[in-house]
């Protein structure tokens, strides 16, 4: 079963989705990292982007402890905004999903990459509580550039994670899975 986790930044993604794979055995994909993995090898001074997406260049790259940086931070939305990189990852992305259990993290997952997840969640948190978890107000800048590529499943379940620990949203969609396999 495919359970997909999207949302904007600082909604709570990388740590329920991880934690919900954990509590699961399922694997865990973390799109988000793929685009910075992307940015990053771009930062390091390939020639093009998509060439490095199409390539699958990006691998060596997707644990590098410099995809948090700012540098990433402040590059992502473009590389991501660019529909032949997003053409390119897609195929990874549903690659990997097509291989069996799986959590996945993104923007546009349940709606655009596999709209056939048994299971979408959309994670939700205020303004200020998404912004505190960032540590930065640039995760809201971030929000507004990404805008275009974000997309609310039609058939989500929404869950707001503002004020509830993270533990507890987890079981809840824990409990979800568990009703619909
Ligand atoms: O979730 P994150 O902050 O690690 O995502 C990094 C960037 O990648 C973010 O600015 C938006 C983009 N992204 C995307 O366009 N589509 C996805 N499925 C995941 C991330």
Known sequence: MVVTIDGLAGAGKSTVARLLADRLGYRYLDTGAIYRAVTLAVLDGAPDATTVAASGAWRVLADDPRLRSSAVDEAVSAIAR????????????????????????????????????????????????RARRRGTVHALERDRRDAEQTRVPADAVVVDTTGIAVDVVVERIATLVGERS
Do not use: C, H, M, N
């Open 82 to 129: 660019t529909v032949s990189v997003r053409e390119a990852l897609r195929g990874a992305q549903r690659d990997f999903l097509a291989a069996g259990d799986a959590v996945a993290e993104g923007r546009d997952i349940g709606e655009v990459v596999w709209p056939q997840a048994e299971l979408k969640v959309w994670l939700e948190a205020d303004p200020d509580e």
